[in-house]
């Protein structure tokens, strides 16, 4: 078990003054963190990581117990790249980050073994894991992705069919390494997933993570970026489109924790039908340590109908004053009438001028995958959705 220096759940959320006093905890690295789900107090939906979250839908995966045996999982045969199952008490097991939040720390204490998927060699490949068949009952998993250094990869994590989920996701890319990583929620209609995503990246290495949101009753992603050497690169992107009672959230943080990193964050979403949700927090943390730092991070909500929420919440902390650049942007509004004059103007119904837009607006994300084929097949699942409106 590994554990933050706070002895009981009282101080959670506090951190102890030089007077033997307990202050609020001011700064985003220096949040409780434990494997220990014990050392979490009860969810209530008025702590500052669950307030935007229907927390009430989800009371089994912070709180109760969950399934911790192995999912099951189809991956493609791809050379340079091994998945195998590893126990929980396996080295290369918290090498990324530790749980921040219940649901985080209750997948951690309940899962037996790890899916770990290995990557090696210098050759470009793609392998896609996918989770389906995990059914109505409350589940917590771990998986680790790991990048030999110098290799290149894309990993595409997808998940599909009924689930109620609680996962943590490390990532760890190694020295030189160029890895993509794509979570893709195409979950049933009626599920819950609440995912924590770790990742370390070492010297000179990148990684860029990308969260596809379609599917889900509730589906919260959580990644986490922590810049550890020089060099490092990451670019967080964000696609989610979010329907009639539908809740969909994303809470990023980039810690830039060594000199001369770079970090670009761009999450783009929709929103249409009655009670369509989404929830954005982007927190980018520039230490002491880390100057030449070069950071942005943007959030950018297209609404489509009335009766949705867009919530969208950009924090920026610099604790050194040498750096490239740093900037945040957070944006939510209807269509641009401009763009949709323009488009009739030249002979297309409304309609359709509306799902160009539309189609415009989101494919900046989905492009940037570098895979052709499920670039391909993402847009037609927009495409589904906003033929659904």
Avoid: C
């Avoid at 997808?158 to 190694?174: F, I, K, M, Q, S």
């Avoid at 997933?193 to 010297?203: G, P, Q």
């Avoid at 050194?320 to 945040?328: L, R, S």
Wanted: charged share 25%; no cysteine; proline share 4%.
């Amino acid at each position: 078990m590994q554990s933050t220096a706070m002895p009981t759940s009282e101080q959670h959320g506090f951190r102890p003054h030089s007077d033997g006093a307990f202050v609020p905890v001011q700064t985003r690295s220096e949040r409780f963190r434990s494997t220990d789900v014990a050392e979490f107090p009860p969810v209530t939906g008025r702590e500052h990581e669950w307030k935007y979250s229907p927390v009430a839908a989800f009371a089994d995966l912070t709180s109760g117990e969950l399934d911790g045996a192995r999912v099951e999982v189809e991956s493609t045969d791809v050379a340079g790249v091994s998945v195998s199952w590893i126990p929980s008490d396996d080295a290369r097991i918290g090498r990324a980050g530790i749980p921040e939040d219940r649901a985080s720390a209750n997948a951690w204490s309940s899962f037996d073994e790890a899916l770990l998927v290995a990557i090696s060699g210098e050759e470009a490949k793609t392998v896609t894991v996918t989770r389906s068949g995990l059914g109505i009952a409350p589940r917590g998993a771990h998986t680790v992705i790991e990048a030999a250094p110098n290799s290149r990869a894309l990993v595409v994590l997808r998940g599909t069919g009924d689930a109620r989920l609680a996962e943590n996701v490390e990532v760890v890319v190694g020295e030189g390494a160029n890895l993509t990583v794509v979570s893709l929620q195409e979950w049933t209609d009626d599920s819950v997933h609440l995912a924590s995503h770790f990742s370390r990246i070492a010297r000179d290495a990148k990684l860029k993570h990308i969260v596809v949101s379609l599917g889900g009753k509730v589906v919260r992603v959580n990644p986490s970026t922590h810049l550890a050497e020089q060099g490092g690169d990451v670019e967080a992107l964000g696609l989610y489109f979010s329907d009639a009672g539908q809740h969909l959230e994303q809470q990023v943080f980039v810690h830039h924790d060594a000199p001369h990193t770079r970090s670009r964050v761009t999450y783009k979403g929709a929103l249409q039908g009655e009670g369509a949700r989404s929830v954005w927090i982007g927190d980018v943390l520039i230490g002491n340590a880390a100057t030449g730092t070069d950071s942005y991070e943007q959030n950018r909500n297209l609404v489509l109908t009335d009766g949705t929420r867009a919530d969208s919440v950009p924090n920026l902390e610099i604790e050194t004053g040498d750096i490239e650049g740093a900037g945040h942007a957070s944006a939510t509004g209807r269509f641009d009438d401009e763009q949709l004059f323009y488009l009739q103007a030249r002979g297309i119904p409304e309609e359709e001028a509306r799902r160009l837009v539309v189609r415009g607006f989101l494919a900046e994300v989905v492009q940037q995958i570098g895979d052709a084929e499920l670039e391909e097949r993402l847009m037609a699942a927009l495409e589904a959705e906003l033929q659904g409106s």
